[in-house]
């Protein structure tokens, strides 16, 4: 009996899934893995928006945390995704350290088992489940070892597409509506993308069941009909955008052949497999799930190859295919799992098992290049442990009459996001000239008074060290102007 039921245990998903979950764990841990703080740049600009929605009590017409002026972008784009990590800081009592170093993961998590509850049902969960573990994390385009907005919005589409498919009531319609409200709240390009991930299903599920098809669509337009200030601002320059020429991809993402160099080539084998195979399964769904990643291409192609199109949608499109590509990918390893020899061989072990052992073959050197090629992606530190701990001292010593900085803009981001303080230039946003006067600043020893007077600067953060008799040194690193008004 004991045997009996070790053997089932092993049989079922369960302990795949917890290997599958511990592996997306750790490949979305990888850009966090010895490092204390925030990675990607956008890491810091969405804490310091999420901390000012904290300090502040309040969620609109916020300034910019980093200047004082005109909000930034994400500010109101994405103003559901700083409310949600605000209210979650707030109710749990977690550091935002950790809530930047771990959870990203955790999301991951959360979205893989998302995709094995979609695959499940369909029949090849732990095997969809397992792909979807390879979608990268670049620098470039993003991805789940970030918590950025798309990261959060990617368990959003396999949730989706598992309430399309097997709901058919009132719930559906709910859920639908209320993610995809979210979505538009928190990172409006995945709403769109959810919304591109629904359209196959929609269509071909017409004929069929034309009230499920309508309430799924409408579930999806009637949240962007909802008053937020930027979604009519946003709606009608991305449809613009398909039919005039825009301009040519930016540096540093890939073009359509170098995803498989960047998914994995056996994954995207297992991927063509998939769609094949799902092509000549032939149900509405399976039509569906192959659709997907096809239309996600050819937004890609068309930006590419066109210039046509939203950028910022083209960007993210990398992820959303890849996405579906692992949930494709694993029905072609399930498929690849049920092979058996026919024949006088059917009684041998190998005959058997086959399929299970062509899946070992293949899965084995698939996560072994997969964790290698996550561990090879170079990713960049803006900070480290003595501008840290000089940034909090910043926080906790200087008042309010002392709230703009000047120091590498580089490291402007991070300043503000830890001290609260404003700066006078930071590397994603701020115009290039005022970068290049802040490196002439500090390079020639902070010796230009008027440059701070005249800009309001109190605060001089520099490792290189000042030669200006009327700034103070505070603390080792950390300079003031004494009786400078704020602005």
Request: charged letters at 15%.
């Amino acid at each position: 009996m004991i045997w009996q039921g070790l053997y089932r245990l092993v049989k079922s998903d369960y302990l795949k899934l917890v290997f599958i979950l511990g592996l997306a764990f750790y490949v979305a841990f990888i850009p966090h893995q010895g490092y204390a703080y925030p990675v990607h740049v956008d890491e810091w600009v969405h804490l310091a928006c999420s901390k000012q929605m904290v300090e502040e009590a309040r969620v609109l017409g916020l300034a910019s945390p980093f200047s004082g002026g005109a909000p930034i972008g994400v500010q109101s784009l994405e103003v559901g995704f700083h409310l949600f990590w605000a209210m979650f800081q707030q109710v749990t009592g977690i550091s935002w350290l950790v809530i930047f170093k771990y959870f990203p993961a955790v999301i991951f998590m959360i979205s893989v088992l998302s995709v094995y509850i979609l695959g499940r049902r369909e029949g090849f969960g732990w095997e969809a489940a397992l792909c979807t573990c390879f979608v990268p994390t670049t620098i470039r385009f993003l991805g789940p070892g970030f918590l950025v907005p798309v990261a959060l919005g990617l368990l959003f589409i396999p949730l989706s597409l598992f309430i399309a498919f097997n709901l058919r009531n009132w719930c559906c319609y709910v859920l639908l509506f209320l993610f995809t409200f979210f979505l538009i709240s928190a990172h409006a390009a995945t709403a769109i993308g959810l919304v591109i991930a629904l359209a196959p299903y929609i269509i071909l599920n017409l004929r069929k069941d034309f009230r499920h098809s309508l309430g799924i669509a409408l579930a999806l337009v009637i949240p962007f009909l909802a008053p937020f200030p930027w979604i009519f601002h946003l709606l009608l320059p991305t449809a613009e955008a398909f039919i005039t020429p825009q301009p040519p991809p930016e540096a540093g993402l890939p073009y359509i052949t170098q995803v498989p160099n960047i998914y994995g080539y056996l994954p995207t084998f297992l991927f063509i497999v998939g769609i094949f195979l799902l092509a000549r399964r032939g149900r509405l769904k399976d039509y569906s799930l192959l659709i997907i990643p096809l239309l996600f291409l050819v937004l890609i192609g068309l930006f590419v190859n066109l210039h046509r199109g939203s950028g910022v949608i083209y960007a993210r499109s990398y992820l959303y295919l890849m996405l579906m590509m692992g949930i494709a990918g694993g029905y072609g390893l399930r498929r690849i799992r049920d092979i058996r020899l026919p024949g006088k061989l059917k009684s041998a072990f190998a005959s058997r098992n086959m399929g299970s052992i062509l899946c070992l073959i293949l899965l084995i050197p698939t996560i072994f290049f997969s964790v290698r090629s996550h561990l090879d992606t170079p990713y960049y530190q803006m900070i480290d442990t003595q501008d840290y701990e000089a940034f909090v001292w910043v926080e906790e010593n200087i008042g309010d009459e002392y709230d703009k900085a000047v120091l590498d803009p580089w490291k402007g981001t991070a300043f503000t996001a830890i001290s609260g303080k404003k700066v006078y230039s930071y590397i994603i946003v701020a115009p290039y000239e005022r970068q290049t006067r802040a490196y002439k600043f500090l390079q020639e020893g902070c010796s230009d008074t008027a440059f701070l007077r005249e800009n309001g600067i109190s605060i001089v953060y520099t490792r290189r060290g000042c030669n200006n008799p009327d700034l103070v040194e505070l603390r080792e690193d950390v300079y003031l102007l004494p009786q400078v008004e704020a602005e």
